[in-house]
């Protein structure tokens, strides 16, 4: 099983979870954030962080969320590791529960 992230990280792009990652599997994107699932090793670690409650276990997805679990697969596959903890986007606690944020995925 893995860890993803999904839709509320867009815009928001906190980093608290990578700085609790033991095996670096996460990547940066412009305004997001995913999980490499063949670099997590499910320790549960990086989901208590993130301070947009945007990261769930696999079988946890909520309704609507499914297709994250694919869009980091794809993602990680293209974008860097990163491995330090960097500030959030400037506007980031506006768009925190904000709803249908994949049209603003910047690739």
């Known amino acids: 099983?893995?860890?993803?992230?999904?839709?509320?990280?867009?815009?928001?792009?906190?980093t608290d979870c990578v700085e609790v990652c033991p095996v670096d599997c996460f990547h940066e994107g412009p305004n997001f954030l995913?999980?490499?699932?063949?670099?997590?090793?499910?320790?549960?670690l990086c989901e208590p962080e993130c301070p947009a409650e945007a990261i769930f276990a696999e079988d946890?997805?909520?309704?609507?969320?499914?297709?994250?679990?694919?869009?980091?697969?794809?993602?990680?596959?293209?974008?860097?590791?990163?491995?330090q903890q960097k500030d959030p986007l400037?506007?980031?606690?506006?768009?925190?529960?904000?709803?249908?944020?994949l049209k603003y995925l910047e690739r």
């Open 1 to 14: 099983m893995t860890y993803v992230v999904t839709e509320n990280c867009i815009k928001c792009k906190y």
């Open 34 to 44: 995913v999980i490499d699932p063949d670099e997590c090793i499910d320790c549960t």
């Open 60 to 83: 946890d997805l909520p309704e609507g969320q499914e297709e994250f679990l694919a869009l980091n697969e794809e993602l990680s596959r293209e974008w860097p590791v990163i491995t």
């Open 90 to 101: 400037p506007d980031a606690e506006q768009w925190d529960g904000v709803k249908d944020k």
